[in-house]
């Protein structure tokens, strides 16, 4: 019958890989019971060499060391990327078009829908920008009561005159009135700036510019760092999963070195994200291409060859000539923590 102590092992065994406990399970079980008898009782020393044989790739293998290298730095840059997307998650909504568009027409007097931009913030973030242009005279009372009544609340507001610049077109310079306004409204910021000439022969010719994004979410640069370190783990740990088979090692050196290109763009985006100044500034337009089309073809070719590297690492069937099994020492050394 199994006692207490031996489902207690059981489950610390759990620590090495599943294919090592296949191998040399019972013979580990065996001797931590036989020194269980003694009032020896190893626990940590068990799991952390079992964490040690995960970790543990084939001795004489350069290939694996460079298979492993090469997973951990690319996995880490797409763990970086899926723990920037994951805080973003938790940020405030972006507004609907249909209530910025509400919101424009209400700060600037102009009617009709502007052209509506959705772009990435430079910490990987939404934003939405507006752009309208036409004719409406300036009132800073019309676009405080509007951004009041939307339930924004004014930060920053600031207005000034100037002249513009004579043209072919103008007899003289023309006044001009500027203004830029900043808003809060629960976890969103607001940036606008307006430019209203009025003057003949462009009186109240006007241009707006909106922006909304969400505030910086709390978890943002701890998931970026967590997001990395886990792939970094993740990419050594599938390599010694397949490093037994030299078929898998190569496959997966060709994969994960066609998607460094990829991975190099998640951690530059990821630099961003931790050098941007803190509580998200207006933020600006940047690149979200990743290297475009040949990026995504050496990333898919790459996704392919890792792909076919799990199924060059499955065991063969039991007991077919020719066929390792998966996970087996190759130095047939003692098992870590069974003394």
Known sequence: MTTRSERHYRRLLRAYPRS?????????LTTLLEMAEDGRRPGLHL?????????????????AWVAALLAAAVLGG???????????????AIPSDRKVQALNTGLTGIPGDAPLYHETSAQQGPSVAIQADGTAGWSSARIRDAL???????????????????????TAAVPIRYGTWTAT???????GDARVLTGAPF?????????????EPAPLRPLTIAGTVAGLL??????????????????????????TLLAYEFYRDACEVMAYPHGSPRPGNVDTSHGGTFTLICTIIGLFAIAAAVIAARPGPAGAAGQPRLGVPDDGGPALGAS
């Open 234 to 259: 993740t990419g050594w740990l599938l390599v010694t999963a397949l490093a037994r088979r030299r078929l898998a090692t190569a496959l997966a050196t060709g994969g994960f070195i066609a998607a």
């Open 148 to 170: 009041t009544g939307a339930g924004w609340r004014i930060t920053s507001f600031r207005e000034s005159e100037g002249r513009t610049i004579p043209r072919e077109d103008m």
């Open 203 to 215: 009186t109240d010719a006007a241009s707006y510019n909106i922006r909304v994004w969400p505030v």
């Open 47 to 63: 799991v952390l060499s079992g964490l040690w044989q995960r970790f543990k790739l084939p001795a004489r293998r350069p290939l």
């Open 20 to 28: 090592y406990r296949d191998h040399r399970g019972t013979e580990i």
């Open 185 to 191: 409204s629960g976890g969103l910021r607001l940036w």
């Open 78 to 92: 797409f763990g970086a990327a899926a723990g920037t997307w994951i805080a973003w998650q938790t940020a405030a």
